[in-house]
């Protein structure tokens, strides 16, 4: 099973809004409602921030938003902050190929 | 709260057992799920297994070689992993599902809670 396509990189100042891609296949994220995306600092845990393409987790702040269209999800991050500086990856259930992450997203915050 | 143990240097063809002790939540009505993270690199799913324990599912990279389990009795999640290469060698996270079920045990519903990690190092 391929990763997930993500772009390597992303960034933006802070107050500002930026969008990661996160492209798969019908096999993957065009096939089921069930992409979730997740923050990690480097050391730390990851972070759950969407799951099911657009649901935020209690306590995750609503700057944060998930959708898709297609074979691509994406996860878009608005008023940017400094400690949104951070790894993002998107991840799909896969049916009977079970699950794929995408490669990860470092976002700067300039 | 989920923390791993049971991670160190092996060598390769090795074996080693990781533990996950889960606290704070009813564990037997949770699907738990491993996800790895080679250095430098990204985030991987190794294994998931549903609520109840029967239903086990394994990454094409692992499978034949790691066994997911679980004591609900305990509260802890298992990966025996046997055979190990030196790309084996990752932070292996132990995750929490959002429901009970066989979808959910492949994170369809996300991985709400994670572990802080333990380090497997396969190397002679």
Redesign the interface.
């Known amino acids: 099973?391929s990763?997930l396509t993500q772009p390597p990189s992303a960034s933006g100042s802070p107050g500002q809004s930026v969008t990661i891609s996160c492209t798969g296949t019908s096999s993957d994220v065009g096939g089921?409602n069930?992409v979730?995306w997740?923050q990690?600092h480097p050391g730390?845990?990851?972070?759950?921030m969407?799951?099911?393409v657009s649901k935020r987790?209690s306590g995750v702040p609503d700057r944060f938003s998930g959708s898709k269209s297609g074979n691509t999800a994406s996860l878009t991050v608005s008023g940017l902050q400094a400690e949104d500086e951070a790894d993002y990856?998107c991840?799909?259930?896969?049916g009977s190929n079970?699950?794929?992450?995408?490669?990860?997203t470092k976002l700067a915050v300039l | 709260q989920l923390l791993e143990s049971g991670g160190g240097l092996v060598q390769p063809g090795g074996s080693l057992r990781l533990s996950c002790a889960a606290s704070g939540f009813t564990f037997s009505s949770y699907a738990m799920s491993w996800v790895r993270q080679v250095p430098g690199k990204g985030l991987e799913w190794v294994s998931g297994i549903n609520g109840g324990g029967a239903s086990t599912y394994y990454a094409d990279s692992v499978k034949g070689r790691f066994t997911i389990s679980r004591d609900n009795s305990k509260n802890t999640l298992y990966l025996q992993v046997n055979s190990l290469r030196a790309e084996d060698t990752a932070v292996y996270y132990c995750a929490k599902g959002g429901c009970s079920n066989t979808i959910c045990a492949r994170g369809s519903q996300g991985f709400d809670y994670w572990g802080q990690g333990a380090l497997v190092t396969v190397s002679s």
């Open positions: 099973q990763a089921y069930y979730s997740y990690h730390r845990a990851p972070k759950l969407i799951s099911e987790p990856y991840c799909s259930y896969a079970n699950v794929v992450f995408g490669g990860g």
